[in-house]
Structure formats: C-alpha cells, structure tokens
C-alpha cells in the first residue's frame, strides 16, 4: 500500500493541474509552433562588439545556426543598442572604484511578408564592475560583462519574441 501513495499523489497533482489553463511556451519542442516560429525570425547585423554578442546569443536563443535563418525567414528583428559605462565610488584620491556597465536594447519584431511590426519593446540590464589597480584586470572584467550582459539581454528578448509569436498565431 505504502508503495502506491507516491503514484496516486502523482495522479491527482496532474488530475488538478488540467484545469488550470496553464500552457507550456515550447509545446511540441523543437519541432513546436513557438520553436519554428523563433527559428524563421532573421536577425541582421547589429553594430559594435556588445552588437556581435548580442547577435550570437540571440542566434543561439533562438535555435539557429552560426547561418541564421536565412532565406526562410518569416520575420527581421532590428536590434538597436545602447550601452554604457558609469564611474561610481570615486575614492580620496580622485579615483573611480566602481564602474556600472548598462546595457539597453530596442527592437522591433517586423512580419516580412506584409511589413507589419508585431513588437516595439525595450530590454536592458546592467551589472557593478569593481575596478581595481591592474588596467588589464579592469578591462578582462568589463568584456566579461559585457558578455554577460549581451546573453541576458538575447534571452529577455527571445522570451518576448515568443511570447508574441504565441499570442500572435
């Protein structure tokens, strides 16, 4: 008897959880409406190099390869970037100790057939650099951040991306 306790607590957890309205993004995996939407948008080349990685990751985000979408493409996002790098924590002898890195993106989801924009948003995010005597050890800590940041970035904005096509099919 004790053996069928955890199975029939399995049972009605998923007996009540049916009814519950709630739906998975990436039904049917990669071969899912959400996936096959995601892996058709076509992201051109964005400026600079937090522009490159955030590219990549998108790419990556997205389920493509290093080729892209291609010629299938249903749909283009523009990604336009703004990044920044803030002095905070001046110390007593005039220096800074501390560096913000910020992050921002705008882009908009556009449907290539009809030239329809579907989304116009924003995603950003920003991270605290300690800088410290060795310029070499300061710089290594804002590329890593910028790295950071450009995958926190792809994902904010290939969870919209399909959360949109979702709402949109």
Known sequence: ????????????????????????????GGSGAIARGLSGVDVPPI???AGWLVRDALRQELGQGA?????????RLDVLLDEQLQGLGVLTNETVGRERYILRARYQLIELASGAILLDATAGSDVGIDVVSSEYATIAAEQTAQENLARELADQIATRLALTLRRDR
């Open 47 to 49: 400026e600079g190099r």
């Open 1 to 28: 008897m004790k053996a069928l306790a955890p199975l029939l607590l399995a049972l009605v957890a998923a007996g009540a959880t049916t009814g519950c309205g709630l739906q998975p993004l990436y039904a049917g």
């Open 67 to 75: 080729e892209g979408a291609g010629s299938g493409a249903t749909y």
